[in-house]
C-alpha cells in the first residue's frame, strides 16, 4: 500500500483519550491542509520521501494551484 501512489498513511491511536483523540485530529488536518497549500506536511515519517523530485513536484503543482485560488 505504501508504495501506491494513491495511498495517503494517517496516524491511528492504540490508546484513546479525549487529549489524543483531540490532537490526533488537530494534526491530521493541519498536516492536510499544509498539503492543499503545498507545504511539507510537519510530521512526515519518511523524510526520504519528502526529498524526492516527483513528491516535490506534487507539492509545487498543489502550492501553484493553492495560489491561484487564493489570489
Known amino acids: 500500500l505504501l508504495q501506491m501512489e494513491?495511498?495517503?498513511a494517517t496516524p491511528h491511536g492504540?490508546?484513546?483519550t479525549e487529549e489524543l483523540f483531540r490532537d490526533n485530529g488537530?494534526?491530521?488536518c493541519?498536516?492536510?491542509l499544509a498539503?492543499?497549500?503545498g507545504d511539507e506536511p510537519q510530521?512526515?515519517?519518511?523524510?526520504?520521501v519528502a526529498g524526492?523530485?516527483?513528491f516535490q513536484a506534487k507539492l509545487g503543482n498543489l502550492r501553484d494551484r493553492w495560489q491561484?485560488?487564493?489570489g
Open 30 to 32: 493541519r498536516n492536510i
Open 43 to 48: 510530521n512526515v515519517v519518511n523524510r526520504q
Open 6 to 8: 494513491n495511498v495517503i
Open 14 to 16: 492504540i490508546v484513546w
Open 52 to 54: 524526492q523530485p516527483g
Open 26 to 28: 488537530l494534526i491530521s
Open 35 to 37: 498539503i492543499f497549500r
Open 68 to 70: 491561484a485560488f487564493n
